[in-house]
């Protein structure tokens, strides 16, 4: 038995509707997708031009050393927002007691005493003490004294103390008026009004604030 007329038209008109339906599908689909690429692009560019714009903008710092004279000016990050390796040797070297044998530092307590310099509009800075042997964090590269030019150390450490996973000292007295700063968590802040070389005026600084800020810490935190 023969299929009728009617029967024989709808199938012959299937391949005809499925053929349509699918053409107008095709370009949607390609829209979308095409549409999903560039704003993935865009939003990278977006990125790119905002790491560039941050890192271009940052000044040298003049930075000077523990020894007499050795001072140069140091910026810290390159052009891509990276530490500059050689950037680095060179502030390790001016901050050594002894310029021809430096010391390496952790590089985030290089960053932490930087991102101070840049907070305070790129001031100078003066370096006490960096690395020392059998001295604690400083023996182990994990902490700097430092003072910023026209920064009173009570103004610099109350910012340091700000910032998450730090020990923060600052040393009150006329013949030190510095700040220590060091990477550590959990944070631990104190004040020190004794004369160079010993503690006996040393307290703890309270900070109901630390742990909640130690828990919140991300790499991006040290960055100016």
């Known amino acids: 038995m023969y299929p009728s007329r009617k029967r024989q038209r709808r199938w012959l008109l299937l391949p ?79 901050a050594s007691r002894d310029p021809d044998q430096p010391h390496a530092l952790a590089p985030r307590v290089e960053q932490l005493v930087f991102k101070a310099a840049y907070h305070f509009g790129a001031a100078s800075m003066v370096v006490v003490s960096g690395w020392r042997w059998r001295a604690g964090r400083h023996g182990a590269g994990e902490a700097i004294d430092f003072k910023l030019k026209g920064v009173n150390p009570w103004k610099l450490g109350a910012y340091l103390r700000t910032l998450s996973r730090v020990g923060v000292g600052i040393y009150t007295n006329p013949a030190t008026q510095f700040v220590h700063v060091d990477v550590r968590n959990p944070s631990y802040h104190w004040v020190d009004g004794s004369p160079p070389g010993v503690h006996w005026r040393e307290r703890q600084l309270g900070d109901r604030k630390a742990e909640e800020r130690d828990a919140a810490y991300a790499p991006d935190m040290d960055l100016p």
């Open 16 to 94: 005809v509707v499925l053929a349509v339906v699918l053409s107008r599908d095709v370009p949607a689909r390609a829209h979308i997708g095409g549409r999903a690429g560039a704003e993935i692009l865009l939003a990278a560019g977006v990125r790119e031009v905002r790491l560039a714009s941050w890192a271009s903008t940052l000044e040298p710092v003049e930075v000077a050393g523990p020894k007499v004279g050795a001072s140069t000016r140091i910026r810290l990050y390159d052009v891509n927002g990276d530490i500059d390796p050689e950037a680095r040797a060179e502030f390790e070297r001016i």
